[in-house]
């Protein structure tokens, strides 16, 4: 039967349903892993008791940045079982990982039911989470890089950090209606209107994980993966990526730009607006919500523009951008605080992140060794997060508190500017890419 006119070719089908299904997996890890950060004011209530806000703030971030230095741990052990195994069997085991750390949290009694167990109990479950998570963004992203047609590699991957987005906007969306519609009356079932706020969202992640499962035990394998001759051994790839370190820690240096940039315009953003500029939750959660849409806009938007003009030129330019404006655009925004001057700010680093991670994904695929290139990519960009990324609320809270310079975070976001920048011009030194060391370590 001939094929309807109006319907997209079967190859198209395909790999539509395959980016759908990859990242799927990867919205549910990330919905979960960034709910900590979303409602740590709440978090912070419930296990980290204080007469001190800022104290008890600083313990739930630093709780939030314990489990991401977990991630380099998932990052080089399960890296190397995907880069082993395969790329579908090693993304299922990342999502039970992360559903393991998602149901502990959500399920942990508080600090007033069982006292200094309940932190503790949290806090293992951010290692779990931060240990699958090192490793689900390089997953996903090799194996969008190895289903992309020729040319468009970093539209294909883009669409890890865009899977992202939706997460943010989903675990946005659901804050702001429970700001805006659940009462102190309407809430007693959950033990509290402050307990509701926080609790009500991990439930619903620990619901959607069932039909998460189904999606992604459906992905096949990469045609790349499978027409390799030879797959390496666990030890193998970890001698790979020791000869290879010098590429990763590039790699690293080149993501922090992209990590810290997120971390602050989403994680960050509902506690900044709240307790930084003293605007309402409504407020907040609502600019949170609109970065995660121009996030998932612009994330495509520079994929497919490096692919035309190059990776280099596109990391340098939004890079140089941000070390320029960052504190400038801070320090505007907190002389007089308004809705729209957040707005305002908060789209333009989304417009700084959506570019340079769209084009940042393809070029780390592309500058790590390709049979270990989960655990290189994983590593890369686990440093950049576990190291920068998720310190960055942490950071700017600290910022904030010991300088009384309220736009003193733009500071830490020049520093991952400045990085960046360094990267980029070492990496595509002389108008070549450096070359990695393919061979084996022996």
């Known amino acids: 039967m001939a094929q309807s006119s109006g319907s997209p070719p079967p190859q198209l089908k395909s790999r ?31 296990f980290f008791p204080s007469d001190n806000e800022t104290a008890s703030l600083l313990n739930t971030f630093g709780v939030f940045w314990l489990g991401a230095l977990m991630r380099p741990v998932g990052a080089i052990v399960l890296g190397a079982y995907i880069d082993r195994i395969g790329r579908r069997k090693g993304l299922i085991v990342t999502l039970t990982i992360m559903a393991m750390g998602t149901v502990t949290i959500a399920l942990c009694p508080d600090y007033a039911a069982i006292g200094v167990a309940a932190p503790i109990i949290v806090l293992v479950g951010r290692l779990l989470q931060g240990f699958s998570a090192g490793v689900e963004l390089g997953g996903v992203s090799v194996y969008l890089a190895e289903i992309a047609t020729p040319g468009n590699r970093g539209f294909y991957t883009s669409f890890q950090s865009s899977s992202q987005q939706v997460a943010i906007f989903v675990a946005a969306i659901i804050g702001y209606a429970l700001n805006q519609y659940v009462t102190s009356d309407t809430v007693g079932l959950f033990g509290g209107f402050e307990f509701a706020k926080w609790r009500i969202p991990f439930f619903i992640g620990c619901l959607i994980i069932p039909f998460i499962f189904f999606l992604r035990r459906t992905l096949e394998e990469t045609p790349e993966f ?21 590429i990763v820690v590039l790699g690293m240096m ?17 506690t900044f607006g709240r307790n930084v500029l003293k605007l309402s939750s409504q407020d907040a959660l609502l600019v949170t919500l609109l970065v995660a849409v121009t996030n998932f ?20 330019t939004i890079a140089c951008l941000s070390f320029v404006t960052a504190y400038p655009a801070l320090n505007w925004l907190v002389t007089a605080p308004t809705f729209g001057k957040m707005l305002a700010v908060q789209m333009m680093f ?24 989960t655990t290189c990519f994983s590593m890369a960009f686990a ?9 960055t609320p942490f950071a700017a809270t600290w910022l904030i508190d010991h300088t009384g310079n309220k736009a003193s975070p733009g500071f830490w976001l020049m520093f991952a500017a400045a990085l960046g920048i360094f990267a980029a011009l070492t990496i595509y030194r002389r108008g070549r890419t450096i070359v990695t060391e393919e061979a084996v370590a022996t």
Do not use: C
């Not at 499978?226 to 010098?246: C, D, G, I, Y």
């Not at 440093?383 to 310190?391: E, N, Q, R, S």
């Open 16 to 46: 539509i349903g395959a980016i759908l299904r990859a990242t799927s997996g990867n919205f549910l890890e990330q919905f979960d892993f960034f709910l900590f950060g979303f409602y740590a004011p709440y978090i912070a209530k419930a």
């Open 226 to 246: 499978l027409a390799m001759k030879k797959h390496p051994s666990t030890a193998e790839v970890f001698r790979s990526a020791a000869v290879n370190w010098k």
């Open 254 to 270: 080149v993501a922090v730009l992209t990590t810290t940039t997120f971390y602050f315009i989403t994680v960050y953003t509902p």
């Open 297 to 316: 806009i612009w994330n495509p938007v520079g994929g497919a523009v490096s692919d035309r003009l190059g990776r280099k030129p596109v990391l340098l």
């Open 350 to 373: 989304s417009f700084y992140f959506g570019v340079y991670s769209g084009t940042m994904l393809g070029a780390l695929v592309e500058v790590v060794p390709r049979h270990v290139r």
């Open 383 to 391: 440093l950049a997060a576990g190291l920068f990324g998720t310190f």
